[in-house]
């Protein structure tokens, strides 16, 4: 890889994610990182109204309950599960 991609950690990342055997992202400034996407209570809090407004009610007290009851969910699980 060229240079012009930063430190050999961050290029070690890159070439992990690209072959597809990692989730591993490398990023400018803070080296490497994990990508969860988990919800967080910031998240479900901050963005009450587009939660509502875009996917209801509903989905909105399940993020509320996941945030209550501890599981690791991603907002995609919740949205959809049925």
């Known amino acids: 890889m060229p240079d012009s991609v930063g430190s050999p950690e961050r290029r070690a ?13 490398a990023t400018p400034k803070r080296g490497l990182a994990m ?3 988990l919800i967080t209570s910031k998240d ?12 209801g009610v509903r989905r909105y007290l399940r993020c509320i309950g996941a ?3 501890g599981r690791r ?3 995609l699980e919740l949205v959809w599960e049925r």
Request: aromatic share 14%; proline share 0%; glycine share 12%.
């Open 13 to 25: 990342g890159l070439r992990k994610y690209a072959a597809g055997t990692s989730h591993v992202v």
């Open 73 to 75: 969910k991603t907002f």
């Open 35 to 37: 990508i969860q996407g």
């Open 67 to 69: 945030l209550l009851s």
């Open 44 to 55: 479900v809090f901050w963005r009450a109204g587009s939660i509502v407004r875009n996917y």
